[in-house]
């Protein structure tokens, strides 16, 4: 959580989800807490069923324990995505992509440690994904480069 606060990636950041390792659908999250020692504190859930860390200097040093709750008769996989931090919709250009990739690979290095940037591959495009509940037509347009 902690690189999701660091400069030069301030439109994408790491997202913790869980996945029904069969259907690969996400896991809706039941419930969710930290707790270390006395201190006990819920994790508000989320309408994409992201797990959603807050992160404080207490946090930090605290170094809790995290606890999810997931549907019994599943079996859910953990999941860390890098993403953008605001959801796209409508007419996504080829130049919003172009920005997001190297704050991407910059996530990605920065979480893989010192000596990532020589071991992560390169990022070189994005997955949109889209609620089951939309419909309608999806157009691509060619960019000439």
């Known amino acids: 959580?902690?690189?999701?606060?660091?400069?030069?990636?301030?439109?994408?950041?790491?997202?913790?989800?869980?996945?029904?390792?069969?259907?690969?659908?996400?896991?809706?999250?039941?419930?969710?807490?930290?707790?270390?020692?006395?201190?006990?504190?819920?994790?508000?859930?989320?309408?994409?069923?992201?797990?959603?860390?807050?992160?404080?200097?207490?946090?930090?040093?605290?170094n809790p324990l995290v606890f999810v709750h997931t549907p019994e008769d599943q079996r859910c996989d953990f999941s860390m995505v890098v993403m953008t931090t605001e959801p796209m919709s409508g007419e996504v250009s080829y130049g919003e992509v172009e920005t997001l990739l190297p704050q991407m690979q910059v996530m990605l290095e920065d979480l893989g440690g010192m000596f990532a940037s020589w071991f992560t591959p390169d990022v070189e495009g994005i997955t949109l994904e889209f609620a089951p509940s939309i419909e309608g037509k999806i157009t691509f347009s060619m960019v000439a480069q």
């Open 1 to 62: 959580m902690k690189n999701n606060a660091k400069e030069g990636h301030e439109d994408v950041k790491v997202a913790f989800f869980f996945v029904d390792a069969d259907s690969k659908t996400l896991c809706p999250i039941e419930k969710a807490w930290m707790e270390k020692e006395e201190h006990y504190e819920e994790l508000p859930p989320s309408p994409i069923n992201e797990l959603v860390v807050p992160l404080d200097n207490n946090l930090k040093s605290a």
